[in-house]
């Protein structure tokens, strides 16, 4: 699967962004999906994962209450509304998608088998 994201830019502290990440294929409902972030300097981090159907979500603490992922299985595609956003959310990034067949319903941290390319995220104080 090709995974291509979108929708970063630059905002200010407080505002809202929304990234989006289309996926190839015709078995994106087999695969459970993550945004991943890295700042410059960091390491990339887990920011929050959602299960096949779009049942399950997990969060990371530091975006919990301020980021929603959702997905559209008809579109191929996810989306993480990032709201309240804070200089410290500036970085890279990039979703990813885990095979999990027809049956699981979990949500992963990580063990993921592909990755797009980033965009990037830039919050002004």
């Known amino acids: 699967v090709q995974l291509q994201a979108s929708g970063g830019g630059l905002v200010q502290a407080g505002g809202s962004l929304r990234l989006s990440c289309a996926a190839s294929?015709?078995?994106?409902?087999?695969?459970?999906m993550g945004w991943f972030r890295q700042a410059p300097g960091k390491e990339r981090e887990f920011v929050v994962g959602?299960?096949?159907?779009?049942?399950?979500?997990s969060y990371a603490d530091s975006v919990k209450g301020r980021f929603i992922m959702s997905r559209d299985n008809a579109k191929n595609t996810v989306y993480l509304q990032m709201n309240s956003l804070k200089p410290e959310d500036t970085a890279v990034y990039s979703c990813?998608?885990?095979?999990?067949?027809?049956?699981?319903?979990?949500?992963?941290?990580?063990?993921?088998?592909?990755w797009g390319q980033g965009t990037q995220v830039t919050v002004s104080s």
């Open positions: 294929g015709r078995t994106f409902n087999r695969y459970a």
């Open positions: 959602i299960s096949r159907s779009g049942g399950s979500t």
């Open positions: 990813a998608a885990k095979v999990v067949g027809t049956i699981s319903g979990g949500v992963y941290r990580g063990g993921y088998d592909y």
